[in-house]
């Protein structure tokens, strides 16, 4: 085993005791929370050593890194998700390679994915990202729509051809009324994923959590939660 592949081995086994313990205190099964491994800025040849370890689920934030990366790892049995905000110039090359979107955030965005998904014979998964920090009607500072938006956008989703509502996904405020307070931000969330369930019952997933605070959202009730840093550590950036 290569050095960095024993790296990567380690802290997914880390990750994976503090999911594992999160579950247990939450009285969770273990099998109910997808771990997500946020490879941006990490080059494909950590993606394919985390594919050998048996990682899954890989994120990414900018498409300019995105797509060459996508496109080196086609052969490997990954599904894809897209977190980060997203231009509407860029969703016709993220529709290539995205199995999920889960930054959708504006009725605009929705009509470009859709246009694109439908150009290309594929069927994208969106969540509704929510900022939690976001004024009514409004958007968040790091993407994201106010809660009271979300039943507008997820009806245009699931309207949409091409596209899916597969549920929600949020970042811990850095402000508003739940800053510092992660756990209250997730048990929110999993407050509008109920409603957003009763109009969608297919739309079970939220996203929420990352290396920082992953056991919050566990124990809150989230589905998937998204780790970069605790998985791959300080390492030389591309570009």
């Given amino acids: 085993m290569t050095d960095r592949k024993a790296e990567l081995a380690a802290n997914l086994a880390r990750v994976e005791e503090r999911i594992a313990a999160a579950c247990a205190a939450a009285g969770r099964e273990r099998e109910e929370v997808t771990l997500i491994v946020v490879t941006k800025t990490y080059p494909a040849s950590d993606v394919r050593l985390l594919a050998d370890l048996g990682v899954r689920h890989v994120a990414e934030n900018r498409d300019q890194d995105a797509a060459p990366k996508a496109a080196a790892c086609a052969d ?17 090359s993220v529709a290539e390679y995205a199995h999920v979107v889960q930054s959708v955030d504006r009725p605009k965005l929705i009509t470009a994915l859709s246009a694109a998904a439908e150009g290309r014979g594929r069927e994208l998964g969106c969540l509704v990202q929510i900022a939690l920090d976001a004024e009514s009607g409004e958007r968040g500072a790091r993407g994201g729509a106010a809660p009271d938006l979300m039943a507008e956008l997820a009806d ?27 756990r209250a931000a997730f048990e929110r969330m999993m407050e509008l ?47």
């Fill in 76 to 92: 490997l049995p990954l599904t894809w998700h897209f977190v980060g905000q997203l231009q509407t110039n860029k969703v016709r």
């Fill in 156 to 182: 245009l989703v699931a309207g949409a051809p091409g596209l899916r509502i597969d549920g929600l996904m949020t970042v811990a405020p850095l402000a508003g009324p739940y800053a510092g307070r992660e």
């Fill in 193 to 239: 994923s109920s409603s957003l369930r009763a109009a969608h019952p297919a739309a079970t997933m939220v996203s929420a959590g990352m290396s920082a605070d992953l056991e919050q959202a566990v124990l809150a009730g989230a589905t998937h939660v998204r780790v970069g840093t605790a998985v791959l550590g300080a390492r030389p950036r591309l570009g």
